[in-house]
């Protein structure tokens, strides 16, 4: 009987383990563990940072209307998006850039092209630290210029005299970030870039705004939707007129550094694909993207 006594607890954890086993491979092969039912319909979304706020809601709202479809969602940068939509492992690529020559030859040698759909409008806001406020309202395109490309303004003294300290400037990889390609391509007019030497490239756009509000010699570039009360967004000085990126400059894009964001399928995508597009473009839909403080793409008055 005290041998037994003593070995119950190993025997009980020995039928624990075996009933494990038993219940995973009852999963595997019965499918009663299996996230998705036969009948769904299943999308794969490739969420560009700066469209996340917006698609998040826009996915949850789609299933709510439509129980049996099931869409999974990856936050990626728009570059990353676009490359898995060629490779197939997503069905839609929401990205704030357009798909570049590159994209384009790797679709065609998969013997396929891009259908793009216009779905908001954002812009990408030049971002200082906070202590700033008082001293840096605006800068011109030469400016910015010197500052991030050619190092020719390296301390603020050279912005504003009340002021000292050299420039850290933070930037993004423009083979991801549309951000990056938006300013890149705006500020050396489709030019070859080079960033100044000592410049910090950064993954994200999160990394991005951390990191410059705990810097006050900091200057950025990232989408507004990204801006809080930790830093600053200035104007852009365009044809000697400071432009500010308010909403009502980025929808008649006077402000310069406006972009499009787009949802961009394959064009062979079916009709589950295309159902999901339509929806975000709805006038219901555009209505929550204006909420989310984006421009709509579609006049929803």
């Not at 005290?2 to 019965?30: D, E, H, Q, T, Y």
């Not at 996915?59 to 490359?83: A, W």
């Amino acid at each position: 009987m005290s041998f037994l006594f003593l070995c119950r607890p190993w025997m009980n954890k020995i039928l624990c383990i075996c009933f494990g086993v038993a219940v995973f491979i009852a999963f595997l092969f019965l499918g009663i563990g299996n996230f998705y039912h036969e009948e769904d319909v299943v999308i794969r979304l490739g969420e560009g940072s700066t469209l996340y706020p917006f698609l998040s809601v826009g996915v949850l709202e789609y299933m709510k209307n439509y129980p049996n479809v099931v869409i999974s969602t990856s936050q990626d940068s728009s570059g990353t998006s676009i490359k898995k939509l060629i490779r197939g492992d997503v069905d839609i690529s929401g990205a704030s850039r357009l798909p570049n020559d590159n994209d384009i030859k790797e679709a065609e040698d998969g013997g396929f092209g891009f259908d793009v759909f216009h779905v908001a409008t954002d812009a990408v806001a030049i971002v200082v630290h906070r202590s700033k406020f008082d001293y840096v309202e605006a800068l011109s395109k030469g400016q910015l210029r010197g500052i991030f490309f050619e190092g020719t303004i390296n301390n603020w003294s050279e912005i504003n005299s009340n002021l000292s300290g050299e420039i850290n400037v933070f930037v993004r990889d423009p083979e991801v970030s549309g951000a990056a390609t938006l300013f890149n391509k705006i500020l050396l007019d489709e030019g070859n870039f080079e960033y100044v030497n000592d410049s910090i490239l950064f993954n994200s756009n999160l990394e991005v705004v951390s990191s410059l509000a705990s810097d006050p010699n900091g200057i950025a570039y990232i989408p507004l939707f990204f801006v809080n009360n930790k830093i600053k967004a200035i104007s852009y000085i365009n044809d000697n007129v400071s432009v500010y990126p308010t909403i009502e400059n980025i929808m008649d894009f006077s402000y310069p550094l406006t972009r499009k964001m787009y949802l961009i399928v394959r064009n062979s995508s079916g009709e589950r694909v295309g159902n999901f597009v339509d929806f975000m473009l709805s006038p219901q839909e555009q209505r929550m993207i204006k909420e989310r403080g984006f421009v709509p793409a579609i006049n929803i008055e």
